[in-house]
């Protein structure tokens, strides 16, 4: 359980649960009261915040909260992700194009 914290994407902030699942901070606090999700405390510049296991959120949102609101702000976020995404790999598909050419040139002279 302990390797899961510790996955790359398997948290996230409770900030980030709020703003991507439509989550308020009072459901936030009271699923892990009543043992739906578990939590680590972190700290930054003195502000606490709370980590979240990503694949229990989900599955809250999936139990409890699957109303149109929230699947539609879960769905805005899922959007602005792979956007952020695809901006990333075309630029790494530019600049591999342009070291494509580069070598291309090198190899003709």
Same mark, same amino acid.
């Given at each position: 359980?302990?390797?899961?914290?510790? &996955?790359? +994407? $398997?948290?996230?902030?409770?900030?980030?649960?709020?703003?991507?699942? +439509?989550?308020?901070? /009072?459901?936030?606090?009271? $699923?892990?009261?009543?043992?739906?999700? &578990?939590?680590?405390?972190?700290?930054?510049? +003195?502000?606490?915040w709370l980590r979240l296991l990503r694949r229990e959120v989900e599955?809250l949102m999936q139990s409890t909260y699957n109303d149109r609101d929230?699947? &539609?702000?879960? $769905?805005?976020?899922?959007? /602005?992700?792979?956007?952020?995404?695809?901006?990333?790999?075309?630029?790494?598909? /530019? $600049?591999?194009?342009?070291?494509? /050419?580069?070598?291309?040139?090198?190899?003709?002279n």
């Amino acid at each position: 359980m302990e390797e899961e914290w510790r &996955q790359k +994407g $398997a948290t996230l902030s409770d900030k980030t649960a709020r703003k991507e699942f +439509g989550l308020s901070q /009072a459901e936030i606090e009271a $699923a892990i009261e009543v043992g739906q999700l &578990q939590y680590r405390v972190g700290v930054i510049h +003195g502000n606490p915040w709370l980590r979240l296991l990503r694949r229990e959120v989900e599955e809250l949102m999936q139990s409890t909260y699957n109303d149109r609101d929230h699947r &539609q702000r879960r $769905a805005k976020a899922d959007l /602005a992700r792979v956007d952020r995404e695809l901006k990333h790999l075309r630029t790494e598909v /530019a $600049a591999l194009e342009e070291r494509r /050419a580069r070598l291309l040139d090198d190899l003709q002279n």
